[in-house]
Nanobody, 117 residues
Framework: QVQLVESGGGLVQPGGSLRLSCAASKSAGAINVMGWYRQAPGKQRELVAA???????NYADSVKGRFTISRDNTKNTVYLQMNSLKLGGTAVYYC???????????WGQGTQVTGSS
């Protein structure tokens, strides 16, 4: 079973930056896609960005140009660099990993990103 450990959330001012990390356990051979989702209060969980094992990224339109997803396959780790964070951008960010066929393998426990005014 794949285990995910997230880090990097916190308090950020509008326009600020944060970097999230998510490390998958060593039993991660079936992973192809690693990604980040977020859930704001009262809203559904939504895809933020994902990246394949070959390095092809996919972004939600709302974060294009501001967020960058990357991964280190040697460490089974995915990163999300978030720049120009918006006012009110409070959400819990969840790491997610899937197989080549889109099957969910695991979700992280979530890391809180809180936008301050």
């Amino acid at each position: 079973q794949v285990q995910l450990v997230e880090s990097g959330g916190g308090l950020v001012q509008p326009g600020g930056s944060l970097r999230l990390s998510c490390a998958a356990s060593k039993s991660a051979g079936a992973i192809n896609v690693m990604g980040w989702y977020r859930q704001a209060p009262g809203k559904q969980r939504e895809l933020v960005a994902a990246i394949t094992s070959g390095g092809s990224p996919n972004y939600a339109d709302s974060v294009k140009g501001r967020f960058t997803i990357s991964r280190d396959n040697t460490k089974n780790t995915v990163y999300l660099q978030m720049n120009s964070l918006k006012l009110g951008g409070t959400a819990v960010y969840y790491c997610n990993v899937k197989t080549t066929y889109g099957t969910n393998l695991a979700w992280g426990q979530g890391t809180q990103v809180t936008g301050s005014s």
